[in-house]
């Protein structure tokens, strides 16, 4: 795959470009990712890639030319410009599995100052707004639809890592523990050392439904629940714990520090 931003700040991906991930990513020869400052197209005499609103108004509008010029310099006939911008469609988990899938050479367009100049739109295939609040520019938008389009790329990282993270099945992720067994009168749950990886995957689930419901319920609105899930939707309502996890419990004993 191939990313291409255009941006008047390109110094501002150094550090994302510079991710362990990313930067394997772009070694491995699974992405290219291409920086283009657009003050390198604009014509003007005095190096002005912006000017004041024609008709009044605050701040200063991005000039049409020198973005037009670039994006012809930049793209190909299977490229896909998106600009960043608010009346887009909010960017999700959804939309950069759509990316990954669909898009060979991706444009990214960065918008800067008060705005763009209306005219650029008609060269561009669509808008996306990482969502609904104020950014100085685009740039940090383009950096979050990088991340998460580049991490789902075959060979960017093991394929287990992205499958159980949060929003992939549309909830969050279930809860994760590191060693000691108990630290600061806090133990990890028992099930986990049961060494019966239904029973585990049972719980992840279980506690995804928990955390979902608490922290986002407007994902777990959207949820489409098995019998399963409502189980255990039940188990979490009446405050119970299933013969399931008290048999793996006791069965897995031996195996719990």
């Known amino acids: 795959m191939k990313i291409t931003v255009l941006t008047l700040f390109p110094e501002m991906f150094t550090g994302v470009l510079e991710n362990s991930i990313i930067r394997r990513a772009i070694a491995a020869g699974v992405v290219e990712i291409k920086l283009v400052n657009i003050r ?43 600009m960043l911008s608010p009346k887009g469609e909010t960017y999700s988990q959804s939309y950069a599995h759509k990316i990954k899938d669909e898009i060979k050479d991706l444009v990214l367009l960065c918008g800067h100052y008060e705005g763009i100049d209306e005219r650029v739109n008609e060269y561009v295939d669509g808008f996306i707004s990482i969502g ?83 922290k986002r319920p407007d994902l777990f609105e959207k949820l489409e629940l098995s019998k399963q899930d409502k189980k255990l939707l039940k188990e979490i309502d009446d405050n119970t714990i299933g013969d399931w996890e008290t048999n793996a419990i006791e069965k897995g004993k031996k195996f719990i520090k």
Request: hydrophobic share 35%; proline share 4%; with cysteine.
């Open 40 to 82: 390198d197209y604009t014509t003007d005499k005095y190096g002005r890639v912006d000017s004041a609103p024609v008709g009044g108004g605050a701040g200063l509008i991005m000039k049409c030319q020198p973005i037009i010029d670039a994006l012809k310099a930049n793209t190909i006939s299977d490229s896909k410009v998106f």
């Open 132 to 214: 609904d609040y104020i950014l100085t520019g685009g740039e940090i938008g383009a950096m979050t639809i990088i991340d998460s389009v580049v991490r789902l790329l075959d060979g960017a990282i093991a394929n287990e890592s992205t499958e159980e993270e949060s929003f992939e099945d549309g909830c969050l992720e279930y809860p994760q523990f590191t060693e000691p067994y108990e630290f600061n009168g806090k133990k990890i749950p028992d099930v986990l050392y049961s060494g019966n990886h239904e029973a585990i995957k049972k719980w992840r689930r279980k506690e995804s439904l928990r955390i979902t419901r608490e």
